[in-house]
């Protein structure tokens, strides 16, 4: 089945390090690629984007990713995380066709330590 | 800034019980969804509106759920009867495809956090 995968379910990180989060789709075709943040106890909230044009998407609070088409990902990264990072991300897909929806993975949990 | 309105934030109700979730979405989006969020199964699109009408909703159970959007202000999602398994936070979102091209990415709302006991 097509599918949006995140293999890291959880990540802990120290305040300052680089942050990767790997997303992985199955989709042929063009695709739209998203990040969303949840914060505990929050709703989602958009990150960035991806519609077309350069690969390299740079979103709020120092967020950037990249969409890499022969490799089917969109990774998330940040260079230097702070603690009020953690949250969960998700990344999801508009698959060709799909209208307006979202296939979302099953979200990365990111804790930052002190 | 514009934002998408869920009431209530909480619910909690007795098995069998009636279950009406509302969304007001963001004033001239077209799209609306509803989705469930649990910690087994992530999120999971329960349906998708687009100028009302209802374009997907093969993630719902039909039996007990329906969703509805009377208005466009307006969205419902209705259980009856509700079940423990129910227990979920759903959230709505909305969006705007536009003349077709559309914005993508869309506004959550809050959620609303129901608890079936």
């Known amino acids: 089945a097509q599918s949006v995968s995140q293999h890291n379910h959880h990540v802990i990180l120290s305040e300052a390090a680089s942050l990767e989060l790997g997303c992985n789709y199955s989709?042929?075709?063009?695709?739209?690629l998203f990040w969303y943040v949840q914060y505990p106890g929050q709703h989602l909230q958009l990150l960035l984007k991806?519609?077309?044009?350069?690969?390299l998407v740079k979103g709020i609070k120092g967020f950037e990713a990249e969409f890499i088409k022969s490799k089917f990902s969109f990774n998330l990264r940040k260079p230097s995380v702070q603690w009020s990072d953690t949250a969960e991300y998700f990344c999801?897909?508009?698959?060709?066709?799909?209208?307006?929806?979202?296939?979302f993975g099953t979200g990365t949990q990111l804790k930052v330590e002190l | 800034d514009a934002r998408v309105t869920q009431t209530p934030r909480h619910k909690v109700t007795e098995m069998g019980q009636e279950v009406t979730m509302r969304c007001q979405p963001i004033l001239g989006h077209n799209t609306v969804f509803w989705y469930r969020q649990t910690m087994m199964q992530g999120l999971e699109l329960l349906a998708y509106f687009r100028n009302r009408a209802p374009l997907d909703d093969s993630g719902m159970p039909k039996d007990r759920f329906s969703a509805e959007m009377p208005d466009a202000t307006l969205a419902t999602l209705k259980i009856q009867p509700s079940e423990p398994r129910d227990s979920a936070v759903y959230f709505c979102a909305s969006g705007s495809d536009g003349d077709g091209v559309g914005d993508y990415g869309y506004t959550f709302g809050s959620g609303t956090r129901l608890t079936v006991v």
């Open positions: 991806y519609f077309s044009g350069d690969p």
């Open positions: 989709y042929g075709g063009t695709v739209n």
């Open positions: 999801a897909v508009n698959p060709p066709g799909g209208g307006n929806k979202l296939t």
